[in-house]
């Protein structure tokens, strides 16, 4: 079931946009704090800037301390 899945990636051309398009849950590592690209409105995706955030944002699904 990929809607189960999530992707974590740092190029959002190749890890968002390929995560979306295989129906997967999304998450855009991106430390550079880059705009997403023109059209990207339309995916549905997280952005983390930090291994921090990242942590942060999976804790309570994966119920890590």
Same mark, same amino acid.
């Given at each position: 079931? $990929?809607? !189960?899945?999530?992707? #974590?990636?740092?190029?959002? !051309? +190749?890890? #968002?946009?390929? *995560?979306?398009? *295989?129906?997967?849950?999304?998450?855009?590592?991106?430390?550079? +704090?880059?705009? /997403? /690209?023109?059209?990207?409105?339309?995916?549905?995706?997280?952005? #983390?800037?930090?291994?921090? !955030? %990242?942590?942060? %944002? %999976?804790? $309570? #699904?994966?119920?890590? /301390?």
């Amino acid at each position: 079931h $990929p809607q !189960e899945v999530c992707f #974590v990636g740092d190029s959002f !051309e +190749k890890d #968002v946009m390929g *995560a979306a398009a *295989a129906g997967m849950q999304a998450i855009w590592f991106n430390p550079q +704090k880059e705009a /997403p /690209p023109a059209g990207s409105g339309e995916i549905a995706f997280e952005t #983390v800037t930090s291994h921090e !955030e %990242l942590y942060d %944002l %999976l804790a $309570p #699904v994966l119920s890590l /301390p």
